[in-house]
């Protein structure tokens, strides 16, 4: 997250500047939770987009845009549904946790059952409702492949809580480890399952590694973080019990306003235009969500930091705004230019049909890191009012 170089322990720049002082600015600024925690945030994402990329090309050469599209709908609707069985708590207990006291254990696990609760209630519905409305989602009416929907998304509801329980409990070092075995299991198993299991190989081989991952961490959780939390912060009885409850009904609305935009575009395309088409498509509008992942790594870490210390949000809401345009605007850029070449991984047709789509998407991304970053903070001031507002507007544009 700092630039510069490290120092050395001998000699001196060509001004005489004294070039341990560097080292020392980096190794002070590391010890910064906020920047470790952004750091390790950074570092999840960029592995884990890394391996998602060689996911998709590996599914895009071994199964049709057709399977593609489908799969990659699923897997939006999959997301969708469990960040809403969420209802605004990823962003809640990012602001809330680190000063939940006492009541931390009870509010790690009212999340946990209340996003199972809701992760089956809208999995179902959506399992009777789609093939109603959508002749592409006609399986889901087979009860085997309902089971296995309803299952992904309560697995992926809890195994994406997770993350943000890790990140209050300011233990967002361990969630790089845990994402990276997970996509590392990921990519194994699309190898062996993407061209089977009637065309649902790409789903399985997304879920399975997550179900295995969600018991251990909820152990550590329970049985080891939580524990020291309360021992570094102490067990003071919670306060704002009431505004913890207004900002997770104003920051579930956000979430749905977000689900619009985001997660269940991909569902749209397929419907407007075909299943080919929207596996076309779907192959850019992941390798530009893998972009912003940068910018809501970032945006947790500064959520949980600026709820310890409100007073110097704005100062860090503006340090953490440059240092992560820097390299989103690099990246965008290089992939730009590089657009045509980079699509050529997933096969010619891509590389033929989505180049133009790609270099949109990675224009936005400046800009969706502005607003990203902004969300977080907002949540940091427990302002849930500007979330949904911010949310309401992306979904009207």
Known sequence: MTGGSRGQRSGAGATGAPRPAVGRELLRGLRTPLYRDALALLLNSGVTSLIGVAYWTLAARLTSPEVVGVNAALISVMVALASLSHLGLEGALGGFLPRAGAATGALVKRAYVLATVLAVASATAFVVAAPRFSAQLGDLQRPGMAVLFVAAVLTWSLFALQDSVLTGLGRAVWIPLENILYSAAKLVLVLVLAAGLGGYGILVSWVVPAALAVVPVLLAVFKVFIPAHLEAYGTEPARGTDLFRRFVAGDGLGMLLAQV????????????????????????????????????????????????????????????????????????????????LVLTLFGAGYADASVEAFRLLLLGSLFRVVITLAICAARAERRPSRVVALHAALTVL
Request: hydrophobic residues 55%; aromatic residues 4%.
């Open 261 to 340: 935009h985001t997660a269940l575009l991909p569902i749209l395309v397929m419907e407007q235009a075909g299943a080919e088409t929207a596996g076309r498509f779907y192959i850019p509008w992941m390798l530009a969500q893998s972009l912003d992942l940068v910018a809501v790594n970032v945006g947790m870490s500064l959520t949980v930091q600026g709820a310890h210390t409100q007073d110097q949000l704005p100062s860090m809401f503006r340090r953490v705004l440059l240092r992560t345009l820097a390299p989103v605007g690099l990246l965008a850029a290089v992939a730009i230019v590089a657009a045509p």
